[in-house]
């Protein structure tokens, strides 16, 4: 999509001229994007992954936005509906 906009991205800290390094353009990641990556990937609302976790729509938003920090029991719940290391949230 990047591309159809005209701007040249490079994954990685080099770049060369004309391309952007990617932080740049996307920003840092947090465990809150990284959720709503995996969430959305999943195409699943915030309130189907609630369902999925055992919490309201509103603490999953929270952590989405980083208002609310995903604590390690959390983490571990995140990690076996999704198969990716718990670490990653921590």
Do not use: C, W
């Not at 604590?71 to 995140?78: D, E, H, Q, V």
């Amino acid at each position: 999509m990047l591309e159809l906009a005209g701007i040249r991205v490079r994954l990685g800290e080099a770049a060369p001229e004309g391309f952007i390094p990617a932080h740049e353009v996307l920003g840092e990641s947090s465990p809150g994007m990284l959720l709503r990556g995996l969430r959305t990937r999943e195409n699943l609302t915030q309130a189907q992954l609630a369902e999925a976790l055992g919490v309201h729509q509103n603490y999953v938003s929270d952590m989405e936005r980083g208002i609310r920090a995903v604590s390690a029991a959390m983490a571990r719940k995140i990690e076996r509906l999704y198969h990716v290391p718990r670490q990653i949230f921590l």
